[in-house]
């Protein structure tokens, strides 16, 4: 089977690659039920290094859901981080601050937290960290339509991620990489980084995203007027939906 991949809106892409594969940010089908879980077991912590882990994960459970809250999350996380003077946990809750103010389209904000995670994790040597934080940069910029320096963030997180053999953060790269030439017209090189992200979904086994992909490879198929192409991955995706019992899937 020739890899395929997905172009949605740029919204919808670093949704399902920079941010899933990175933290799981969105909440899960039952991420009411999480977020309480959560929220009990904050009430019996004391503010320590797992507290703060505990409040960044709700800060990225909102995400998508409540940016508010999720800010007031990660910056609680931020304050006891500070406090106890840990450098990992601080780039943590910059990041997940960072992330809910790209979500509440506040890109001066975003920039600054990520930034701030990305300078941080220079300090601590962090390489995958480093490649993520440029991808998430990368990713803002691609919001704002600066696709020179996306591709530039985007890049240099490539070669990271390359040096450490980061198969998940690539996917978040190529993806990325895809959006930005999709955005430029330039169909037949996006499916080129579309087609590296199906691999990896289709080496980990992952059907939902692989009939995401298919899904969205026929949207683009249909812009270079590859009818045929088109439909022939728009049902193949269709097939493996149902096949999940995935009706928004079905639906998309």
């Known amino acids: ?14 949704l399902c690659f920079f941010f899933f594969t990175i933290f ?10 999480l977020i309480d879980s959560l929220r009990r077991l904050l ?20 995400f998508g859901i409540d940016p508010d809250t999720g800010i007031y999350y ?24 960072a992330s809910n103010w790209a979500i509440k389209s506040n890109y001066p904000r975003a920039f600054e937290y990520y930034l701030k995670s990305l300078s941080l994790y220079t300090d601590l040597g962090d390489k995958k960290n480093i490649a993520n934080a440029l991808n998430n940069i990368g990713w803002l910029y691609i919001f704002q339509e600066d696709y020179e320096k996306a591709f530039d963030a985007l890049n240099r997180s490539v070669e990271i ?8 953060g690539l996917a978040n790269n190529y993806a990325n990489l895809g959006i930005c030439h999709n955005k430029l017209g330039d169909y ?21 995203s692989i009939a995401i992909d298919l899904s969205n490879l026929s949207k683009n198929k249909l812009r270079m007027k590859d009818y045929c192409g088109a439909l022939e ?11 999940l019992d995935n009706i928004y899937s079905q639906a998309f």
């Open 43 to 62: 009430s019996t912590m004391q503010d320590d290094t797992n507290k703060v882990k505990t409040l960044t994960r709700l800060s990225y459970e909102f």
């Open 1 to 14: 089977m020739r890899p395929r991949l997905h172009k949605g809106g740029p919204i919808f892409l670093g």
């Open 233 to 243: 991955d728009g049902f193949a995706g269709l097939d493996i939906s149902k096949e």
């Open 161 to 168: 991620n390359k040096e450490i053999n980061n198969i998940s």
């Open 188 to 208: 037949e090189k996006a499916n080129e980084y579309y087609y590296k992200v199906l691999e990896v979904h289709q080496q980990a086994n992952n059907m939902t």
């Open 74 to 97: 990660g910056e609680k996380a931020l304050t006891i981080s500070t406090e106890l003077n840990w450098g990992k946990g601080i780039a943590l809750a910059y990041n997940s601050i």
């Open 24 to 33: 799981q940010l969105v909440a899960q089908k039952n991420g009411v039920e």
